[in-house]
């Protein structure tokens, strides 16, 4: 088992924060993403979790000890990577064993054990095979054997799937999220990708420049997002942010008249606000009905449904509408937006205002 918790944790090379002040705790058994694009600090900071890494400042603690100066070896954590740093010369079964060969295991013991981690990930039959000769979703899974079968106390993921094509992505996905849960092992997993996060988390760390910027699971973080950046970040396809001002309960940008917003936001300041709509709370309707008017600027089919971009002076607005929407490129169209559903964001500061 294993609690993990960070306290004002930050991590500076000369006068750059790349991990700026990060406190969170992490439940035993708890499936955490750390979630942000590229240079967020999401791999420094779980480096400094396993120990790869030291923090400039801050407390790192696992099961209520102060780990900070426990070297890498003795924080009892099995670590997978994008690149699964298998030895081309080892067989998978000697790869899997590995890790409890240097611990001094016995040779039966340490076969023992791998083919029950290869048994956990579908690999039984692809014991004897070398790196070289297995699909790169099997390799993932010899390296994802290898941290099962050292029984750790923490696993800890960087983009293990991202190597993967979309289809085979999906499908470990699943696999990786019920092994989780079968193994009931404490696991941080570090993705830029949303979907990832969405889908296999217990709950999501946002990150971004070094910051943390919103902790909840994956529908805290989808319904009520905290700032304007998380509000695009999450979601595919993402929320549509209209930015304009708000003066009397009517809501005004470039190409959009005065929308009325009656009640929609209890106590809202005038002033300059992003309103964000998802495109399911978005609707197609006739030019001259609609809260704005608009022409199609694509249709792009998906088969379950399709989705309409509507352009409305400098605004691309995208609609989740009916796969059978009988509508064109270059039509007039006009969209309601259902008032329940919209997000408000400060313009300046892009909070979340309530
Ligand atoms: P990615 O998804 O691209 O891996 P990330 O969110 O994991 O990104 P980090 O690898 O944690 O980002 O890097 C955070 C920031 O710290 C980046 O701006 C990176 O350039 C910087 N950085 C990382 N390692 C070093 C280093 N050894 N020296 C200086 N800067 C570094």
Not at 64 to 90: E, I
């Amino acid at each position: 088992m294993a609690e993990v918790s960070l306290r004002e944790v930050t991590k500076r090379w000369g006068a750059f924060a790349a991990v700026d002040s990060v406190s969170l705790d992490i439940a035993d058994r708890e499936f955490v993403v750390f979630l942000g694009p590229s240079g967020c600090g999401k791999t420094t900071t779980m480096r400094m979790i396993a120990g790869l890494e030291d923090a400039t400042s801050g407390e790192i603690v696992i099961d209520g000890r102060v780990v900070n100066d426990v070297p890498a070896r003795d924080r009892d954590l099995a670590m997978v990577f994008q690149n699964y740093a298998l030895y081309p010369h080892m067989t998978v079964a000697e790869n899997i064993a590995y890790p409890l060969k240097v611990r001094g295991q016995s040779r039966s013991a340490r076969y023992e054990a791998a083919r029950g981690a290869a048994r956990r990930v579908e690999l039984e039959d692809l014991l004897d095979r070398r790196p070289a000769q297995l699909s790169g979703g099997q390799r993932q899974r010899v390296a994802l054997a290898r941290a099962i079968v050292r029984e750790p106390r923490l696993f800890l993921m960087d983009e293990p799937l991202s190597n993967l094509d979309a289809k085979l992505r999906t499908a470990m996905r699943a696999q990786l999220k019920h092994l989780q849960r079968e193994l009931a092992i404490t696991t941080i997993y570090v993705t830029h990708d949303q979907v990832e996060a969405m889908t296999l988390a217990d709950r999501i760390v946002i990150l971004r420049d070094g910051k943390l910027q919103q902790i909840g699971s994956p529908l805290e973080v989808y319904d009520r997002p905290a700032n304007v950046f998380i509000a695009g970040f999450i979601g595919n396809p993402p929320m549509n942010l209209l930015e304009g001002t708000l003066a009397d309960g009517r809501f005004s940008s470039e190409g959009i008249d005065a929308l009325a917003l009656p009640g929609a936001l209890p106590g809202a300041r005038d002033g300059r606000v992003v309103v964000g709509a998802r495109p399911d709370h978005v609707a197609l309707t006739a030019p001259e009905e609609g809260d704005i008017r608009g022409t199609v600027y694509a249709v792009e089919q998906l088969g379950e449904g399709a989705l309409v971009t509507v352009e409305a002076g400098p605004h691309r607005l995208v609609v989740s509408a009916a796969r059978n929407t009988p509508v064109r490129e270059d039509e007039a169209v006009g969209l309601s937006l259902e008032r329940e559903a919209l997000h408000f964001f400060d313009g300046d500061t892009g909070e979340r205002r309530e």
